[in-house]
């Protein structure tokens, strides 16, 4: 009963101050308080309707609907990171079970991991001569890196006892990983594949500012354009994205949990 | 060797020779460059024993005294650094489906559901057995300690003995010759301890096995055991002492204390364990 009425409150709150946020928005761009000409609430979300409503219209790659960009904004994200994880993952069991490949490969992975991925923005257009490569190529080195940390630190800390049941039943190693080690770690595999989205949905706008087409070369267009709503309306846009991303992680997490 | 007052098979099933077990400590980038010379650990030493099969036999000891070394070296889980372990006249190099091994923890994997838990083991230890067969088998084996009900359900679902009942029934479904537990009562409630000993009795009435049991407690090994060993302190830990216990069967928890020969053991035993208990903690 208790819990009912408060859930119904938070979604009331929840509302509330969206409510509150748009006014004090549309007061202080409507009086200049903060620069001239800055876009009020209203006329971001007409823009956003706008925008909404008719997603997928092609004039040209500086004319594209926002669906389109989004689209292609995805597209790339998903081919990267799925390249990513399909090198992280067996890297990741490898450097967790062998010291030999753990102590080898660690280095490179401690180098590597704090560079900002958008420093291989050059690199990736010099050897592939190509920006949707390039694109696909940053977001592969930006996704790597937490999946492959996460997968190695959960081999390394799995439960031994599960080790020594596969052990003692004589299993082989191929079997104790596909059916022990790869389920035992399936929780430190998702933390590390929701990470790893994050970073890659963070990263791949600022790259398509570089690349041109994608939801990120869509904001620079608008830069360009001088409309700031059309930024704004970006800016909801990929935040929302980010956020299903996240929460289909979030419930993939839920159903891999094997906490008592 | 002591007598045995059972009219049960006296051929020898395990034996261990002067077995001894040594943990290295592993070297670290910064032990080369450090002066303490690497440490190592020598857990248990010169083991000589010698088990018949289909007897019920404990190990008891202080705590830290190297009988979940001893259980994992016969599991073949660990290797020996000296000696050997002969199971049925060969010597093993490794661990194998003629020995189950239950441990203190359970080891359920969560992902799986009792009965895949099961079936885990199965098909792991007969690959050539067909779905059906292996699913007949599992049941079967979850109905023995009575949770075919359950069959469905994962492991965080059960209670703390229904969990160890399905590690017992995955255990036994392979088929072993051999069971070895380690402390495998120690994280249940009184109550539940005793069902269970109650059922590992029946379990191993029922199916020839030969049972090795770690335990701490003196009642469990009293009530359940052919022969008691017990273990000095560790480290270097061995054999102080092997104890028949030539109780009649079935034994009967509650009449079971008015037995002399009961009293006369359990005083022996307790007398062993405060000794080499003293010598642990007064060393630490």
């Avoid at chain 1, 799925?82 to 067996?90: E, G, H, N």
């Avoid at chain 1, 990120?216 to 001088?226: T, V």
């Avoid at chain 2, 009449?255 to 903690?281: S, W």
């Amino acid at each position: 009963m208790n819990k009912v009425i408060s859930k119904r409150l938070t979604f009331v709150v929840t509302i509330l101050s969206l409510l509150i946020f748009i006014i004090i928005w549309q007061i202080i761009a409507q009086q200049g308080l903060l620069v001239k000409n800055f876009p009020g609430s209203f006329k971001t979300i007409n823009a956003l309707i706008w925008w909404v409503s008719d997603p997928f219209f092609d004039n040209g790659p500086n004319d594209l609907g926002i669906g389109f960009n989004l689209l292609i904004s995805l597209r790339r994200v998903l081919i990267g990171y799925s390249l990513a994880v399909l090198v992280a993952i067996p890297l990741g069991v490898l450097m967790g079970m062998s010291k030999l490949a753990q102590s080898s490969l660690n280095p490179y992975v401690q180098l590597l991991k704090p560079v900002s991925p958008l420093a291989w923005l050059p690199v990736g257009l010099f050897v592939f001569r190509n920006s949707e490569i390039t694109g696909i190529f940053v977001i592969f080195i930006t996704s790597i890196w937490p999946t492959l940390i996460n997968t190695a630190f959960g081999v390394a800390s799995i439960n031994p006892d599960y080790l020594r049941v596969s052990k003692s039943l004589g299993a082989s190693k191929s079997i104790t990983i596909r059916r022990v080690i790869l389920p035992a770690i399936m929780p430190n595999i998702l933390a590390g594949m929701r990470i790893s989205m994050g970073t890659a949905w963070l990263v791949i706008v600022a790259a398509e500012m570089l690349l041109g087409t994608g939801i990120g070369y869509f904001i620079w267009n608008e830069w360009n354009n001088l409309s700031l709503e059309n930024i704004f309306v970006a800016i909801i846009i990929i935040g929302f994205t980010g956020f299903i991303l996240d929460q289909l992680f979030g419930f993939l997490q839920d159903k891999f949990d094997y906490s008592i | 060797m002591q007598k045995d007052s059972n009219s049960k098979k006296n051929s020898t099933h395990l034996e261990l020779v002067k077995l001894g077990k040594i943990f290295f400590k592993e070297k670290k980038f910064f032990d080369l460059y450090s002066k303490h010379k690497k440490s190592s650990f020598e857990a248990i030493k010169n083991i000589n024993l010698k088990i018949e099969k289909n007897t019920f036999v404990s190990i008891i000891g202080p705590s830290g005294c190297g009988k979940s070394t001893l259980l994992n070296l016969i599991a073949g889980l660990q290797s020996p650094t000296s000696g050997k372990i002969i199971i049925d006249g060969l010597s093993i190099k490794g661990p194998g489906p003629d020995r189950g091994v239950i441990f203190q923890n359970y080891a359920l994997m969560p992902w799986l559901t009792t009965i895949q838990n099961i079936e885990f083991a199965l098909n792991t230890v007969f690959p050539e057995k067909t779905k059906p067969d292996i699913k007949e088998r599992a049941i079967n084996y979850l109905r023995m300690v009575g949770l075919e009900k359950a069959s469905n359900k994962f492991p965080k679902e059960l209670s703390g003995g229904m969990k160890q009942r399905v590690a017992i029934a995955r255990a036994l479904s392979i088929n072993p010759n051999m069971l070895l537990m380690d402390e495998p009562f120690g994280a249940l409630d009184a109550l539940t301890r005793s069902y269970l000993q109650e059922e590992l009795l029946s379990i191993w009435r029922k199916n020839k096995v030969t049972v090795v049991l770690i335990t701490h407690s003196i009642e469990e090994a009293l009530l359940l055991s052919d022969k008691i060993i017990l273990m000095s302190s560790g480290p270097s830990a061995t054999i102080s002492e092997e104890i028949s216990v030539d109780l009649d069967r079935p034994r009967d928890r509650q009449n079971i204390e008015q037995d002399p020969k009961y009293l006369k053991i359990k005083m022996r035993l307790e007398k062993h364990l405060l000794r080499e208990t003293r010598a642990v903690e007064e060393v630490t």
